[in-house]
Nanobody, 127 residues
Framework: QVQLVESGGGLVQAGGSLRLSCVDSGRTFSIQTMGWFRQAPGKEREFVAAISWSGGSTNYADSVKGRFTISRDNAKNTVYLQMNSLKPEDTAVYHC????????????????????WGQGTQVTVSS
């Protein structure tokens, strides 16, 4: 069974960096499409980044392209989100998501395609 646990959030000044991690303690990592999403207060959950099971394909929201990098280490059952040049508008709860279906990183923008979600980690960027 998939069990996702995020970590690495915190408070950072604008322009700073954070690295989020998401561990799949269920050890089913190697066959999943993985994604990162975020949800700010009063807003819907939105796509941030997705990565294929091999790590060879990635996709990013336009708002984070060039600043964020998604990666994965299947040996450690972990997916990462390196966030650089953070802005106040990046403030949100960040969730990782997983699914067994190989729907690809483009379709991976869709919230409704993922069956498994972590509880989230708070990222706050001060101006």
């Amino acid at each position: 069974q998939v069990q996702l646990v995020e970590s690495g959030g915190g408070l950072v000044q604008a322009g700073g960096s954070l690295r989020l991690s998401c561990v799949d303690s269920g050890r089913t990592f190697s066959i999943q499409t993985m994604g990162w999403f975020r949800q700010a207060p009063g807003k819907e959950r939105e796509f941030v980044a997705a990565i294929s099971w091999s790590g060879g394909s990635t996709n990013y929201a336009d708002s984070v392209k060039g600043r964020f990098t998604i990666s994965r280490d299947n040996a450690k059952n972990t997916v990462y989100l390196q966030m650089n040049s953070l802005k106040p508008e990046d403030t949100a709860v960040y969730h990782c998501a997983a699914d067994f279906a190989p729907f690809g990183v483009v379709r991976g923008e869709r919230v409704d395609l993922y069956d498994y979600w972590g509880q989230g980690t708070q990222v706050t960027v001060s101006s």
